[in-house]
């Protein structure tokens, strides 16, 4: 999407984080499961809490049925805890912008504006109440009423700030939604004009595995032309070359106000520039690009950089040959869904590249059925087996059927799973946490694990399927890590599409330049692809 040239001025402290209207909705999609996964984690965490009173602390922890709720607050704690970066991560895109962050003397990456943490506490507080009021309620079953009673009263006090922090989330995703509209509205009715880069200076600093750049932007503005230096992120194989295209919209009624200026960086048709780790010009100072937008981003959460001569020098990216460049001293030349065949535009035969999905999936899809087998199986051929084991394989088996029916939506390159942004990660750790509690709960039922090895109870075909199907979990989690990078490389690979093409689709302002993409080379893309 084109963003405001305010947003990429030097000093601005803001990165922006342009994305096609496909992908935004992908991340406001997973900004939106991230903020209710986190708010009922904390939920069940609390609620779990109802469980054991602190006036009897020493005689519950003497019940082994009690084990599960006790899973359970940890599995709450532990995963909202996981889960909670991951809104700020995805907000900062539904804003369209970032802040740096400085993480070493040569890498930086975005993070949210330091008021974008009201939606993460609005989840939490959120979560804490609901937990609260369900603790209450167990506490008033069991016959306590002073506990259910003082539990009541912390959900109340945690009412007041959980509202305030709501009314301040939906405040912001008006904003964020109302932001988008105007930039729309501008890309309609606004005087479009062609921008062309004059210089280019790299900072020879990395931001989110991206190489950051200064360019100097020649463009029309009120009928006269003018040279304005913005930032750029961009991946080495994209490295700006002097003569690179922008789309430049100018409000007809403010044609000089850079928040009514929207940019765009062409791709396609664009001659790109060889990327190369030279050292920098002796005057130039990479480490003041962090100086600005502190205050709102929060201590070194800045942004700002001090235009440092227009001129490349030793440090500049000149030239025109493209290339996919030599690979920094940190970073990435490319982003993770480019793979070789696609930068040469070669596709791979479309068997093949079938066939490599569904070994990508037959794992998980085989772990499911011995999980379900096995969970249908244990109650009618296992004797003396407790309700709560037979919960904890009926979940697991549960879990395992969800992780299975995301990678089958891969390896049928689902247009759901692609927009939407569901990855392998959120549904394996679900299953490994799934494991852990069907683990433990085999454990400690004698006539599952002790009787059939010690000789005391049969064993049957269901001993061998909960075994199999909790084995296969630490290969299947494995196997989520060690296969996304290869996940993304074979989605699309019997089509052959341009990268700049594929790039242009995921950032630009056509709303259906992602459905036109598909239409014509047959490749599917959307918010997975970028992370």
């Known amino acids: 999407m084109a963003y405001p040239m305010s947003r990429a001025l030097p000093g601005s402290g803001r990165i922006p984080l342009p994305a096609s209207p496909v992908v935004w909705d ?46 359970l607050f940890v599995v709450g704690v532990v995963g909202a805890l996981a889960v909670g970066p991951e809104i700020g991560a995805n907000f900062k895109h539904v804003m369209g912008y970032g802040f740096l962050k400085q993480t070493s003397a040569l890498h930086s990456r975005t993070v949210a504006p330091h008021r974008a943490r009201r939606v993460t506490s609005a989840a939490v507080l959120s979560g804490l109440v609901l937990g609260c009021a369900a603790a209450a309620a167990i506490r008033l079953v069991s016959g306590d009423g002073l506990e259910a009673l003082l539990l009541a009263g912390v959900a109340v006090l945690l009412l007041i700030p959980a509202r305030r922090m709501l009314r301040h989330a939906r405040i912001l995703w008006r904003r964020a939604q109302d932001d988008r509209g ?35 932007l020649e463009h029309a503005a009120g009928g006269r032309e003018e040279v304005t230096r913005v930032r750029l992120l961009s991946y080495p194989v994209w490295a700006p070359a002097e003569g690179n295209e922008y789309d430049v919209w100018t409000d007809p009624e403010r044609p000089f106000d850079k928040d009514r200026t929207l940019i765009e960086r062409r791709y396609v048709g664009q001659e790109f520039a060889d990327f190369a780790p030279e050292p920098a010009p002796l005057d130039h100072e990479p480490s003041r690009i962090v100086e600005a937008g502190g205050v709102e981003a929060g201590g070194v959460e800045a942004g700002g950089v001090e235009a440092g001569g227009g001129d490349a020098g030793a440090g500049g990216v000149r030239g025109s040959v493209p290339s996919p460049g030599a ?53 009618p051929l296992v004797d003396a087996v407790p309700w709560w084991t037979v919960a904890a394989l009926g979940l697991y088996a549960v879990l395992t059927v969800v992780n299975a029916w995301v990678y089958w939506q891969f390896a049928v390159r689902s247009r759901w799973v692609i927009r939407s942004g569901v990855t392998f990660g959120a549904t394996e750790s679900a299953v490994f946490v799934g494991f852990f509690a069907a683990g433990f709960c085999v454990l400690s039922t004698p006539s599952l694990v002790d009787g059939p090895v010690h000789g005391t109870a049969p064993w049957t075909p269901a001993h061998y399927l909960v075994g199999a199907a909790l084995l296969g979990a630490v290969l299947v989690f494995e196997w989520a890590f060690s296969g996304t990078a290869w996940a993304l490389n074979h989605l699309n690979a019997e089509y052959a599409a341009p990268a700049e093409v594929v790039q242009e689709a995921l950032t630009g302002h056509d709303p259906h330049g992602i459905d036109r993409l598909e239409a014509r080379y047959g490749y599917r893309a959307g918010v997975l692809l970028c992370g």
């Open 182 to 216: 105007r930039l729309a509205v501008l890309i309609d009715d606004g005087d479009h004009s062609v921008g062309r880069v004059v210089s280019v200076t790299s900072e020879k600093r990395w931001v989110d595995g991206m190489a950051l750049f200064h360019v100097e």
């Open 327 to 379: 690979r920094g001293a940190s970073g990435r030349d490319a982003p993770p869904w480019m793979s070789r065949e696609s930068k040469s535009v070669q596709a791979a035969p479309a068997a093949r590249a079938q066939r490599t999905r569904l070994l990508l999936a037959l794992p998980p899809l085989v772990i499911a059925a011995l999980a379900v087998a096995g969970a249908l199986l244990v109650p």
């Open 26 to 71: 992908g991340y406001v999609r997973k900004a939106m499961r991230a903020l209710v996964l986190v708010g009922l984690l904390w939920a069940l965490a609390v609620a779990m809490l109802g469980f054991f009173s602190p006036f009897h602390l020493a005689h519950t922890l003497e019940d082994p049925a009690l084990f599960i709720p006790a899973l």
